[in-house]
T-cell receptor, first 115, second 112 residues
Framework: AQSVTQLDSQVPVFEEAPVELRCNYS??????LFWYVQYPNQGLQLLLKYLSGSTLVKGINGFEAEFNKSQTSFHLRKPSVHISDTAEYFC?????????????FGSGTKLNVKP | EAGVTQFPSHSVIEKGQTVTLRCDPISGHDNLYWYRRVMGKEIKFLLH????????ESGMPNNRFLAERTGGTYSTLKVQPAELEDSGVYFC??????????FGPGTRLLVL
């Protein structure tokens, strides 16, 4: 069965510090990769996506992620976080050789940015 | 452009009752998806519509769940009868090309 692992359920970090949120997935077949963010009392917002091409993907709000096929990872990074980045972040994977419309999500990482 | 909308935002019902959730996708999006998040766990796929047709319903938990998308516009997800384990947040998403899904705010369902 396909699975997505977000290794950290919670990440506390101070404002202006760098952060990395980790995501690993179970299969090495062709994948599409996504990061979503959920702010309190809101829906999921697409941060960035990898479909093909360059393995370094830049998204909104200064976030970026790197696709590493050999390690089946898609970690999310930001060099300097703001208080407003406090939210829950979800990694999602779909498998291009199967039903690429079916997303598999990780269990989420709560980012808590402290002043 | 309006995003994906869901109604109601919250629902509290008793075990054995029926609840119907509604999703209005982004205008022009043929693909519509339902997902569910239970008890802070991962968000799980329920099903996928292309227009009014069910493309993939492999994630539907059992026959107490019925999804429809009449006319290929909005969709409803009915749970009948509801059980305690059905509590969670139900998300709807839509997309045009499947390579990036746009999510609604979710419906928080609590079954007592």
């Amino acid at each position: 069965a396909q699975s997505v692992t977000q290794l950290d359920s919670q990440v506390p970090v101070f404002e202006e510090a760098p952060v990395e949120l980790r995501c690993n997935y179970s299969s090495s077949v062709s994948v599409y990769l996504f990061w979503y963010v959920q702010y309190p009392n809101q829906g999921l917002q697409l941060l960035l996506k990898y479909l093909s091409g360059s393995t370094l993907v830049k998204g909104i709000n200064g976030f970026e992620a790197e696709f590493n096929k050999s390690q089946t990872s898609f970690h999310l990074r930001k060099p300097s976080v703001h208080i407003s980045d406090t939210a829950e972040y979800f990694c999602a994977v779909s498998y291009a050789t199967y039903n690429f419309n079916k997303f598999y999500f990780g269990s989420g990482t709560k980012l808590n940015v402290k002043p | 452009e309006a995003g994906v909308t869901q109604f109601p935002s919250h629902s509290v019902i008793e075990k054995g009752q029926t609840v119907t959730l509604r999703c209005d996708p982004i205008s022009g999006h043929d693909n519509l998806y339902w997902y569910r998040r239970v008890m802070g766990k991962e968000i799980k796929f329920l099903l996928h519509f292309v227009k009014e047709s069910k493309q993939d319903e492999s994630g539907m938990p059992n026959n107490r769940f019925l999804a429809e998308r009449t006319g290929g516009t909005y969709s409803t997800l009915k749970v009948q009868p509801a059980e305690l384990e059905d509590s969670g947040v139900y998300f709807c998403a839509s997309s045009q090309d499947g390579q990036g899904q746009y999510f609604g705010p979710g419906t928080r369902l609590l079954v007592l």
